[in-house]
């Protein structure tokens, strides 16, 4: 899923020097497109992970997908720079659900021992999806003349992928295909975490804001997750400010993304292999964060370079170092929170880090063409160590009694 939905929205960024050209937009332009996906992606990840706790993961999924789809196949009709906002707008409304959803099914299917890599497998699909979209976009593009039919391929992929999600999914305790060893297994391995309980009371969103620890993820991912948007949004657009082409820079414009999803698996393995070395689930996240948060200050050197290789050399090092910490930061809900929270406060991080996408997508317009990149290339490889402040420091084990029993012992 996580793979489509990259496809879909990055069909866009791929085809931005062509419709650039072809309207006459300037990057302030762009950014308004951009925007208007991020403001609806904003608000409805909170709201989709409020839905996805009270509907479920595999109705919320199927309506969010279907959805999507669509929207994305309707983008072939659009004429200008408001159609474009609009369908956007919508584009957002729908894939807003994929973080939420994704790590709620994780939190039902897999112990917290191996939660880590579950949630690298699926995170891993959006820099597959961003790394496959240059390649299937500009061939469906050159092929057709037109950039057009485009959407309409990549939006047509949602819905073979409902197919097989209708049919697959359910929680373990409904799956007719699970043996009974196997649920035992997820059971027992999730029982110290939070396993579904009737007797328990639905959490209230408003009382997720008294916990320092969900300030800590709504802070962490308001500061870092710009990153991930300004390589996925801009990297094109970057590549062209330094008078590469985009034909002539497809080949590493993946190079970012590839490192990203071995950066996923690396983050989430070094954090299982701590764990099983005894290390509290907390603390392996904490140290995984610690180590390549900062390390992402690298990227610093592409403000003053146009060496091809050395540029992608740097994006990808650092896409690597974000990717790895992405890993922990989209396990936190799990890990910290009761499953019965995990959707809603999942879906609050995904909106804060809308929050921090929607002002860095704006400012970066604003200063590219009134500047150039370099000062945002600069700030983008210094925020990241500031977020890392904020997990270490924030999202840890609380001492106080907690009545409600949404936190977890982690």
Not at 52 to 75: E, H, K, N
Not at 132 to 145: D, E, I, Q, R, S
Not at 157 to 176: A, C, N, Q, S
Not at 274 to 288: D, E, N
């Amino acid at each position: 899923m996580t793979v489509i939905n990259y496809i879909d929205r990055q069909t866009l960024n791929v085809l931005a020097p062509i419709l650039k050209k072809e309207h006459q937009w300037t990057n302030s332009d762009f950014a308004i497109i951009l925007i208007s996906f991020r403001v609806a992606y904003t608000i409805m990840q909170g709201v989709n992970g409020r839905l996805l706790d009270r509907f479920g993961t595999r109705r919320g999924l199927t309506v969010s997908v279907a959805f999507y789809s669509v929207i994305q196949m309707l983008t072939t009709t659009v004429q200008g720079l408001v159609s474009f906002c609009s369908f956007r707008f919508l584009l957002g409304c729908g894939e807003a659900a994929n973080n939420p959803g994704s790590t709620k099914a994780v939190s039902e299917w897999f112990p917290e021992k191996e939660r880590a890599w579950a949630v690298a497998l699926f995170d891993s699909g959006s820099c597959i999806g961003a790394a496959v979209a240059p390649f299937l976009v500009l061939w469906v593009y050159h092929h057709l003349g037109d950039w057009r039919p485009v959407f309409l391929v990549t939006g047509s992929m949602g819905v073979l992928w409902l197919i097989v999600w209708r049919v697959l999914y359910r929680r373990p305790e409904e799956h007719p295909r699970l043996a009974p060893q196997e649920l035992e297994h997820i059971q027992r391995g999730r029982s110290s975490t939070g396993a579904e309980d009737a007797a328990l009371p639905r959490v209230k969103w408003t009382s997720l804001f008294r916990y320092r620890q969900t300030w800590g993820i709504l802070l962490g991912r308001f500061l870092i997750d710009p990153y991930w948007f300004f390589v996925g949004d801009w990297f094109a657009l970057f590549l062209a400010s330094k008078g590469f082409n985009l034909e002539q820079s497809v080949l590493g414009f993946w190079a970012p993304f590839l490192a990203a999803d071995i950066g996923n698996f690396f983050g989430g393995g070094v954090s299982s292999w701590l764990i099983k070395r005894g290390w509290p689930v907390g603390r392996a996240r904490r140290g995984v964060l610690l180590f390549f948060g900062p390390s992402m200050l690298v990227l610093a050197g592409a403000a003053f370079t146009s060496n091809y290789a050395l540029l992608l050399a740097l994006f990808a090092y650092t896409t690597f170092a974000y990717a790895a910490c992405s890993t922990m930061f989209l396990s936190l809900p799990a890990d910290v929170f009761h499953t019965r929270a995990v959707g809603s406060v999942s879906g609050m991080g995904g909106s804060a880090a809308g929050v921090g996408t929607l002002i860095t997508t704006f400012l970066i317009g604003q200063i590219t063409d009134r500047f150039s990149f370099q000062p945002v290339v600069i700030a983008a490889s210094i925020i990241p160590c500031l977020a890392t402040v904020v997990f270490v420091t924030m999202v840890r084990a609380s001492k106080r009694p907690d009545p409600d029993k949404v936190l977890l012992q982690f």
